[in-house]
């Protein structure tokens, strides 16, 4: 999820309008709703200074609003938290030992987000089984989902491409 997608997602859990929390970040008021709208549909990147303010009044670390570095401990933690709230997944601790717990019958949990994790789950189990070696588990991971055999996949294209093409599509209209 991208900062912009985090701020509105957080914005909308704390039931404030576009217009509030740029009006509350020091966005003239006239303008304070597109200014959001802006930073929120991506068109515009926030600025460190603009996501502390942003995190500031939403009452949120700034972590929680910037697409995550899963290499430091801080940053992994959020990517878990927006795990959470993007795909119904929860921490349990279950005889000493802390769980991610994904249940399918959640209306948060995609049922698509399920299957993958099962299909995870039965790689990593063959594996600590000694029924595939690391070498083979590394491979169905880094190459997922092309080695996957207990689902089938569409092929889509990158975002990167699908947006170029929407743009020139737009272009040709006018």
């Known amino acids: 999820m991208a900062i912009g997608e985090r701020i509105r997602f957080i914005r909308n859990l704390r039931g404030f309008t576009q217009k509030w929390l740029g009006a509350a970040v020091g966005f003239p008021e006239k303008t304070a709703d597109i200014r959001m709208a802006q930073y929120e549909s991506g068109?515009?990147?926030?600025?460190?200074?603009?996501?502390?303010?942003?995190?500031?009044?939403?009452?949120?670390?700034?972590?929680?609003?910037?697409?995550?570095?899963?290499?430091?401990?801080?940053?992994?933690?959020?990517?878990?938290?927006?795990?959470?709230?993007?795909?119904?997944?929860?921490?349990?601790?279950?005889?000493?030992?802390?769980?991610?717990?994904?249940?399918?019958?959640?209306?948060?949990t995609d049922p698509q987000i399920f299957q993958m994790l099962m299909s995870w789950s039965k790689q990593a189990e063959k594996f600590r089984n000694g029924e595939m070696t690391k070498e083979q588990y590394d491979q169905w991971r880094y190459t997922y989902p092309r080695m996957d055999k207990s689902q089938h996949f569409v092929k889509v294209m990158p975002q990167d491409l699908s947006n170029v093409i929407v743009k020139n599509l737009e272009k040709e209209k006018k």
């Not at 929860?90 to 000493?96: C, L, P, S, W």
């Open 43 to 108: 068109s515009r990147t926030p600025k460190e200074d603009l996501v502390q303010a942003v995190a500031n009044v939403l009452e949120v670390s700034p972590l929680a609003l910037k697409v995550p570095d899963i290499d430091s401990n801080l940053g992994f933690i959020h990517t878990l938290f927006a795990i959470e709230d993007l795909h119904g997944c929860n921490v349990e601790e279950i005889d000493g030992q802390v769980h991610l717990v994904f249940d399918v019958k959640k209306p948060s």
